[in-house]
């Protein structure tokens, strides 16, 4: 089994018309490589742009891989707020810009359109409204290879997440996975876990550090991480902070696929053996 995996594309075809055209011959790229499965970590597109995730569809769709088995796709936040202004006053439009977003977009309804978008990626159920966690379970390694998916994209709040760009995996979505049964699910099988925000950024060292890292990073991580190793993570897929790393904490292998704006960026390549054993590295196509 090869997973293909790639992260914060940021499409925005009203600024740079031709990031469409980079993520269909990405797409290419990655199919004639014989990737089994394509995982999207989220920050499709950069500002909110339901237009631009259509057209994303569509270029899954016209590839044929706008299904469950070949694609897993979730939300970044710039997929539910899109970006915030650091230009300018900083402090001002940050604040601005999130409550317009707050009031006019809706963020459950932008989260509802996301999923709505890539429906065929995420449930076959057409009438389900609420999505994630979800759990996929698909061909390989020893016993199958269970994909587990979350969203991480925090709600918009003055004190809390101002810049919307802070995650948090809902402590709902920790204790739905968490149930016995679906911990039986996964026993025995490899498992992938999908979020969209960093478990580590890096350690700030000044202040200007420490107030991006803040503005970043995923709240109560430590939780995200107890969950991880009751599922018996092997792997733990994500992007957001836009660099190319993997690194292990406590048992379980991170990778960040970095940002993958081009056809010719590197991405997240790991194939899984039928023994369990994997391999994975940062790649050009
Ligand atoms: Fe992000």
Avoid at 225 to 241: Q, R, S, W
Avoid at 256 to 275: H, K, L, W, Y
């Amino acid at each position: 089994m090869k997973i293909a995996h790639i992260s914060d594309i940021h499409i925005d075809t009203p600024a740079r018309p031709g990031s469409i055209w980079e993520f269909d011959r990405l797409i290419k790229r990655i199919l004639e490589h014989n990737y089994d499965h394509l995982v999207i970590t989220g920050d499709v597109v950069d500002v909110a742009n339901t237009d631009d995730l259509r057209k994303v569809r569509e270029v899954l769709k016209q590839n044929g891989i706008l299904n469950w088995e070949q694609t897993t796709i979730i939300p970044g936040n710039h997929d539910i707020f899109g970006k915030y202004d650091t230009k300018g006053n900083k402090a001002l439009s940050v604040i601005a810009t999130a409550m317009q977003q707050r009031v006019a977009l809706a963020a459950a309804q932008k989260l509802h359109a996301f999923c709505d978008i890539f429906r065929e990626t995420i449930t076959e159920d057409a009438e389900l409204a609420g999505y994630f966690p979800f759990v996929k379970v698909l061909g390989g390694g020893k016993a199958g290879i269970a994909m587990v998916s979350f969203n991480s994209v925090l709600e918009w709040s003055l004190r809390l997440n101002p810049t919307g760009a802070r995650g948090y995996v809902h402590a709902s979505e920790r204790q739905a996975i968490e149930q016995p049964e679906v911990l039986e699910v996964l026993q025995g099988k490899f498992v992938v876990a999908l979020c969209h925000h960093a478990y580590k950024i890096y350690e700030p060292q000044t202040p200007v550090d420490r107030a991006f890292v803040w503005a970043m990073e995923l709240l109560e991580k430590d939780a995200y991480l107890a969950t991880l190793k009751k599922m018996n993570t092997k792997i733990a897929l994500h992007g957001h902070f836009h660099r190319a790393e993997e690194y292990d904490v406590q048992g379980v292998h991170f990778i960040n696929s970095g940002s993958v704006r081009r056809s010719t960026a590197i991405i997240n390549s790991i194939e899984i053996f039928p023994d369990d054993t994997y391999t994975n590295a940062f790649i050009q196509l």
